[in-house]
């Protein structure tokens, strides 16, 4: 099944940008999806296809995906966006078409 | 307001069975694709099962495969995941999740979580 790899943690210091990627073999052509979730609480979707924002997040964050990689930015950091990020697929083609990488721990310092 | 409350979690033995339930409101619940995703501690999220609309296209990952059925009540506005030969490594918070209506690609509800142990 398709696998997607992403460094266990992110350290950005408040007001500064922090990039979040997700590698996976081809994924541009793929759409990528993002996570936010904060310790104890449900995942709530953060971006979609790629870089599109749900109503209610805020334009800070911004995603993008080409070749081999897909990135969630999320600029002028603040203490509220620590938190686990995960990136997500479907993988069409599989019988397991949902698919999730293995999470990333933003640090705010 | 979409809600979605997981019951039915608890301390089970290896071998033994389970059964989930996500009781949904605020929405059409009939019209929309439902999943079970769950987390074990400390870990990432892993896509469990998927049940389509009306019910007739199912998957399952291959991690339970043959162990969990996934199955929903339309009128009871209900989703419910039985869950037997459970395994140590099946021990997480399992979500229910929503699929985006119209794209089916990306999980837009979620659940609470309900904690399953599974240990002797």
């Known amino acids: 099944s398709y696998v997607l790899t992403q460094p266990p943690s992110v350290s950005v210091a408040p007001g500064k940008t922090a990039r979040i990627t997700c590698g996976g073999n081809?994924?541009?052509?793929?759409?990528v999806h993002w996570y936010r979730q904060k310790p104890g609480q449900a995942p709530v979707l953060v971006i979609y296809y790629d870089s599109d924002r749900p109503s209610g997040i805020p334009e800070r964050f911004s995603g993008s995906n080409s070749g081999n990689t897909a990135t969630l930015t999320i600029s002028r950091v603040e203490a509220g966006d620590e938190a686990d990020y995960y990136c997500q697929v479907w993988d069409g083609g599989s019988d397991h078409p949902w698919v999730f990488g293995g999470g990333t721990k933003l640090t705010v310092l | 307001e979409v809600h979605l409350v997981e019951s039915g979690g608890g301390l089970v033995q290896p071998g033994g069975s389970l059964r989930l339930s996500c009781e949904a409101s605020?929405?059409?619940?009939?019209?929309?694709?439902m999943n079970w995703v769950r987390q074990a501690p400390g870990k990432g999220l892993e896509w469990v099962s998927y049940i389509s609309s009306g019910g007739h296209t199912i998957y399952y990952a291959d991690s339970v495969k043959g162990r969990f059925n996934i199955s929903r009540d339309d009128a009871k506005h209900s989703l419910f995941l039985q869950m037997n030969s459970l395994r140590a490594d099946d021990t997480a918070v399992y979500y229910c999740?929503?699929?985006?209506?119209?794209?089916?690609?990306?999980?837009?509800?979620w659940g609470q979580g309900a904690l399953v142990t599974v240990s002797s």
């Open positions: 999740a929503t699929l985006v209506a119209g794209r089916g690609i990306d999980f837009d509800s």
């Open positions: 081809n994924v541009g052509s793929k759409s």
């Open positions: 605020g929405f059409s619940f009939s019209s929309h694709e």
